[in-house]
């Protein structure tokens, strides 16, 4: 009898579950499963065609591939078109997930964004694999999204009657081919209210024009040969990282960091030593201090090189209210005591944490290390790893380092694990 009264309390709860509870349940399962709780009851049997959020990631392909890693694109490509077309109400999130096979079919393609197109989606993530193909000009009739993010696509120029995303904030676009140089501009133009923006490894565009007054966040990492900020006072983080060196010196492409510097108030700002080589060795010092930079990210760098080691304390020293510091260093060789002037007398009075990774016990990089702990009064931590090096210099190094005299009673020395 208990068990019965059980099970009817069971089946009761599934057939009178207010609609909110059912919203969070299937939330919190993949697709394919909460498809399968319309068998639960009547109320149930319709309630995952209304759900706002649809995830065909890669777990949803996961469960179609078999022992072989044969993945079952057909049928896939067809449940999800099922999904979709018969979906009631709107779809506010889409992640979209294309293996090899699926993405050779562009019709699907082209049906699955035109019908995101007319819903009122606000997110959407699609990711493709290995081939490239041109993403649905659907896209860009995606007039209510918030959220943009697309991988591995060629990225066409927009409609003529494209009338820009007027509520887009975040944007990333990774792996993609602009077919013009000009795709770019004329696409984040009209976003006025963008906050973040991230490029990752992108081709056909050299040339960058920043010109986003909502900017906050800038993300860059890939080859281009010039970058020019015109309107970016609402920059707070900036990250720049160059893949491979351009042809020519670029000195006006690192320089341009000196405008957000001075007409916006920066809080976050990284960038590696392919910028400084993509100078020609030559970097002029920011013209201003960084009075709200509090993480300062430096990688790539060969303090063997005296250009290099003189803009970094240049950089740390026009950011006197630094909280973290993280460099990454490049091997390199004993360097005279000529190279290892520093200014001891400008405190770091508010770094809390160093992380210092590559250093192979250079005296640049003790240098660095005994400079860092006598200036910085409430340093908590400096974390170092060292770089490919035997256990006996490695023990030479920390040895060096512990013996360095610190302005911080509180400062710990940590030696983290390759």
Same mark, same amino acid.
Request: proline share 5%; charged share 20%; net charge neutral.
């Given at each position: 009898?208990?068990?019965?009264?059980?099970?009817?309390?069971?089946?009761?709860?599934?057939?009178?579950?207010?609609?909110?509870?059912?919203?969070?349940?299937?939330?919190?399962?993949?697709?394919?499963?909460?498809?399968?709780?319309?068998?639960?009851?009547?109320?149930?049997?319709?309630?995952?065609?209304?759900?706002?959020?649809?995830?065909?990631?890669?777990?949803?392909?996961?469960?179609?591939?078999?022992?072989?890693?044969?993945?079952?694109?057909?049928?896939?490509?067809?449940?999800?078109?099922?999904?979709?077309?018969?979906?009631?109400?709107?779809?506010?999130?889409?992640?979209?997930?294309?293996?090899?096979?699926?993405?050779?079919?562009?019709?699907?393609?082209?049906?699955?964004?035109?019908?995101?197109?007319?819903?009122?989606?606000?997110?959407? $993530?699609?990711?493709?694999?290995?081939?490239?193909?041109?993403?649905?000009?659907?896209?860009?009739?995606?007039?209510?999204?918030?959220?943009?993010?697309?991988?591995?696509?060629?990225?066409?120029?927009?409609?003529?009657?494209?009338?820009?995303?007027?509520?887009?904030?975040? @944007? $990333?676009?990774?792996?993609?081919?602009?077919?013009?140089?000009?795709?770019?501009?004329?696409?984040?133009?009209?976003?006025?209210?963008?906050?973040?923006?991230?490029?990752?490894?992108?081709?056909?565009?050299?040339?960058?024009?920043?010109?986003?007054?909502?900017?906050?966040?800038?993300?860059?990492?890939?080859?281009?040969?010039?970058?020019?900020?015109?309107?970016?006072?609402?920059?707070?983080?900036?990250?720049?990282?160059?893949?491979?060196?351009?042809?020519?010196?670029?000195?006006?492409?690192?320089?341009?960091?000196?405008?957000?510097?001075?007409?916006?108030?920066?809080?976050?700002?990284?960038?590696?030593?392919?910028?400084?080589?993509?100078?020609?060795?030559?970097?002029?010092?920011?013209?201003?201090?960084?009075?709200?930079?509090?993480?300062?990210?430096?990688?790539?760098?060969?303090?063997?090189?005296?250009?290099?080691?003189?803009?970094?304390?240049?950089?740390?020293?026009?950011?006197?209210?630094?909280?973290?510091?993280?460099?990454? $260093?490049?091997?390199?060789?004993?360097?005279?005591?000529?190279?290892?002037?520093?200014?001891?007398?400008?405190?770091?009075?508010?770094? @809390?944490? $160093?992380?210092?990774?590559?250093?192979?016990?250079?005296?640049?990089?003790?240098?660095?290390?005994?400079?860092?702990?006598?200036?910085?009064?409430?340093?908590?931590?400096?974390?170092?790893?060292?770089?490919?090096?035997?256990?006996?210099?490695? @023990?030479?190094?920390?040895?060096?380092?512990?013996?360095?005299?610190?302005?911080?009673?509180?400062?710990?020395?940590?030696?983290?694990?390759?």
């Amino acid at each position: 009898m208990a068990c019965s009264k059980s099970a009817k309390n069971t089946v009761d709860f599934f057939s009178n579950a207010p609609d909110i509870v059912i919203d969070k349940i299937l939330e919190s399962m993949t697709i394919r499963m909460a498809a399968r709780t319309s068998v639960l009851s009547k109320q149930w049997r319709h309630a995952w065609l209304s759900l706002k959020s649809l995830i065909f990631n890669y777990d949803f392909w996961a469960e179609l591939t078999d022992t072989d890693e044969n993945v079952d694109w057909r049928k896939g490509s067809q449940i999800i078109s099922d999904i979709l077309f018969c979906h009631i109400g709107p779809v506010h999130d889409l992640e979209l997930f294309m293996p090899y096979e699926a993405c050779r079919d562009r019709m699907n393609n082209r049906q699955w964004i035109c019908f995101l197109s007319k819903n009122g989606v606000r997110k959407v $993530v699609i990711r493709n694999r290995y081939v490239q193909m041109d993403i649905s000009p659907h896209i860009f009739r995606c007039n209510e999204l918030v959220h943009l993010e697309i991988s591995a696509f060629y990225l066409n120029p927009p409609p003529t009657d494209f009338i820009g995303f007027p509520y887009l904030k975040h @944007l $990333v676009l990774a792996e993609v081919k602009f077919i013009k140089q000009s795709i770019f501009s004329s696409l984040i133009e009209k976003c006025r209210m963008l906050e973040t923006l991230k490029l990752v490894n992108w081709s056909g565009m050299d040339h960058i024009v920043i010109d986003t007054p909502s900017l906050q966040t800038l993300i860059l990492s890939g080859d281009f040969e010039s970058l020019a900020f015109r309107n970016v006072r609402s920059l707070k983080s900036i990250s720049l990282c160059l893949k491979t060196l351009p042809k020519k010196p670029r000195v006006e492409t690192v320089d341009a960091i000196n405008l957000p510097a001075s007409s916006c108030q920066l809080q976050s700002i990284e960038f590696d030593g392919h910028l400084f080589l993509a100078a020609g060795g030559i970097i002029r010092p920011p013209p201003v201090t960084f009075i709200l930079l509090h993480e300062l990210c430096l990688s790539n760098l060969n303090l063997s090189d005296f250009g290099v080691s003189r803009y970094l304390l240049h950089m740390i020293e026009c950011c006197p209210y630094i909280k973290n510091l993280d460099i990454a $260093v490049l091997p390199g060789e004993n360097v005279g005591q000529d190279m290892l002037d520093y200014n001891y007398s400008n405190k770091l009075d508010h770094l @809390l944490e $160093v992380n210092i990774t590559g250093i192979t016990g250079t005296s640049a990089e003790l240098k660095l290390v005994e400079y860092l702990f006598a200036v910085s009064p409430v340093l908590k931590n400096l974390f170092f790893k060292s770089g490919y090096i035997g256990i006996e210099s490695q @023990l030479t190094m920390s040895q060096s380092l512990m013996r360095f005299p610190r302005a911080s009673a509180k400062a710990s020395l940590v030696c983290l694990k390759n």
